[in-house]
């Protein structure tokens, strides 16, 4: 008899930030492997269109109003969905924004609300989903976090806060939640192009991306895609039950740079130099 029962077939998953970006190519993802998705973020419209298109391609997909930074509103989100979907299995915790100023020229109600979505946010979702998946003995709840825990940069202070609260949260989450049959598991991407930070001004954007060459944190000038996070988050709540991938940091590669081509030989017998006087004679 194996130790845990496989995963149901079905799936519901609720993934927040689901208008654009990480959240709408993992609901794209996870619709795709027969898994039916509720998506939810401020721009409702937004998410409704990806929905649409999910139900179009035969996928299952439910699209409701979304700010995390408003408990009532988890609290309708997670409502509706389950009433929509069923109980959620998975809870993909991806919302929030960005934006560029120093630390010292941040106002503090400024620098307090990005740590309400990114990190108070992500425990909405937690305290409203997960005791119910601890009751069920089962569940995988993914925090979106960001190398910037690792690496922090200048002009993401408030955010590098948030992210290494969304961490340490994880940490002490996966400790309590330890033989319960729910897995809580850190997915930190690297530079990614989505839509957060696309609204800073050219000028700005040129300082910060100067001010991370300076710091050694732009090595090269590729980013991932969405869906390239998309697909280890849905990698991560595929691996079977017994296994918990609790943190996976995911990195843009480089392009591949080709060796350069070794010169042509010019020494002694070789097509590009005469063969010294008697080379190749049989000797007596």
């Given at each position: 008899?194996?130790?845990?029962?496989?995963?149901?077939?079905?799936?519901?998953?609720?993934?927040?930030?689901?208008s654009s970006g990480i959240g709408a190519a993992t609901a794209a993802l996870l619709a795709a492997a027969g898994h039916p998705v509720a998506l939810g973020a401020r721009r409702a419209d937004r998410c409704e269109e990806?929905?649409?298109?999910?139900?179009k391609d035969g996928g299952e997909a439910f699209a409701y109003p979304l700010d995390v930074s408003d408990s009532g509103s988890v609290a309708r989100f997670v409502s509706a969905a389950a009433a929509a979907l069923g109980d959620p299995e998975i809870v993909v915790s991806g919302a929030g924004d960005l934006g560029a100023e120093r630390v010292h020229d941040l106002d503090s109600e400024d620098f307090a609300a990005q740590l309400q979505v990114h990190l108070v946010g992500a425990h909405r979702l937690v305290s409203h989903v997960v005791p119910g998946m601890v009751a069920r003995a089962r569940g995988d709840i993914v925090l979106v976090s960001s190398d910037v825990v690792r690496a922090p940069r200048t002009r993401m202070g408030a955010y590098v806060?948030?992210?290494?609260g969304v961490e340490g949260m994880a940490r002490a989450l996966q400790m309590e939640l330890?033989?319960?049959?729910?897995?809580?598991?850190?997915?930190?991407?690297?530079?990614?192009?989505?839509?957060?930070?696309?609204?800073?001004?050219a000028e700005t954007t040129g300082e910060v991306l100067e001010e991370w060459v300076r710091w050694?944190?732009?090595?090269?000038?590729?980013?991932?895609?969405?869906?390239?996070?998309?697909?280890?988050?849905?990698?991560v709540v595929a691996t079977p039950r017994g296994t918990h991938l609790t943190l996976v940091e995911v990195q843009p590669e480089a392009a591949v740079v080709k060796p350069a081509a070794a010169p042509a030989p010019t020494g002694p017998g070789t097509a590009d130099a005469p063969a010294p006087a008697g080379a190749g004679e049989e000797r007596a």
């Open positions: 008899m194996p130790r845990f029962e496989p995963h149901p077939h079905r799936r519901p998953a609720l993934i927040a930030g689901a990806i929905a649409g298109t999910i139900r806060a948030a992210k290494n330890e033989g319960t049959g729910v897995r809580a598991s850190v997915v930190r991407p690297g530079p990614t192009m989505t839509g957060m930070g696309m609204g800073w001004d050694g944190l732009a090595r090269h000038p590729y980013f991932l895609r969405p869906e390239d996070v998309a697909a280890v988050i849905a990698a």
